[in-house]
């Protein structure tokens, strides 16, 4: 059978395409761009994407999550938790059935406990984006750089106290007109991401730390919460789609 998880971000709508358990392929689409190409006559019609036109692939059932789930009502969709979805995506992408799964997404960031591949608890902080990927996106643009350059510092991290991204900002161009370095203050933002992450991380204390969500491809904010949890961290192969896998994979199992 082949199933599409659809995980409607706030950045970007993720897509995962399955047959059976295979994973076709992943895509992701601006959400204004998925919104213009998708809505029509008052409804959100997934199937009107190209994408589907160009691989030659057509869907015979779809799941969806994400920030934009209840609002993004798409024709012919069933629709699961972020946390159901994540945890599904986490267990078959890292092959484990016992972790702590960090989802570090674009605006909140979700810690789930999965014992034998099930939710055990969850808690998110979905109130401040200070230690999102919408914090790390602004920092990055006051410097005049791209994330992925961001990403990369972790040398003489310049303290940055924030405790919330308007002020993480303000303190970014206080240390430029002071005269720091581009770098060492990339280097303070993703510590400060990692200090903000690791109180929340411990919450379920593991061995074993599965990341995703954008985030997860920052590897100094990695480095940095590393050092803080003393555990392994495993991101998988997709981190960034790791929702629409889940829901992909969900759609199979409703059909078993």
Not at 66 to 75: L, M
């Amino acid at each position: 059978m082949k199933t599409l998880g659809v995980d409607v971000g706030s950045r970007y709508v993720k897509l995962a395409a399955f047959d059976g358990e295979e994973l076709l392929f992943a895509e992701k689409l601006d959400t204004i761009k998925f919104y213009t190409l998708c809505r029509h006559a008052g409804k959100v019609d997934i199937s009107r994407l190209p994408v589907f036109l160009e691989k030659g692939f057509a869907y015979e059932r779809v799941v969806s999550t994400g920030y934009g789930r209840y609002n993004v009502r798409i024709e012919g969709s069933a629709v699961i938790s972020e946390i159901k979805a994540h945890t599904l995506g986490a267990a078959y992408q890292s092959g484990l059935s016992d972790f702590t799964l960090l989802d570090l997404g674009g605006q909140d960031t979700k810690v789930v406990r999965v014992r034998g591949g099930e939710v055990d608890d969850f808690v998110m902080n979905d109130k401040c984006a200070a230690g999102s990927g919408r914090y790390l996106e602004n920092i990055a643009t006051i410097l005049g750089i791209t994330p992925e350059e961001l990403a990369g510092h972790t040398d003489k991290p310049v303290p940055l106290s924030a405790t919330c991204a308007i002020f993480g900002e303000s303190e970014v161009v206080g240390a430029l007109a002071e005269g720091a370095d581009i770098g060492h203050i990339c280097a303070g933002a993703n510590l400060s991401v990692a200090q903000r992450l690791a109180p929340l991380a411990r919450r379920y204390g593991s061995d074993k730390y599965v990341i995703t969500g954008g985030v997860a491809c920052n590897g100094g904010v990695l480095e940095f919460l590393g050092e803080k949890l003393g555990a392994e961290l495993i991101v998988p192969r997709h981190p960034l789609f790791n929702g629409a896998i889940g829901c992909a994979l969900e759609a199979a199992a409703v059909n078993a």
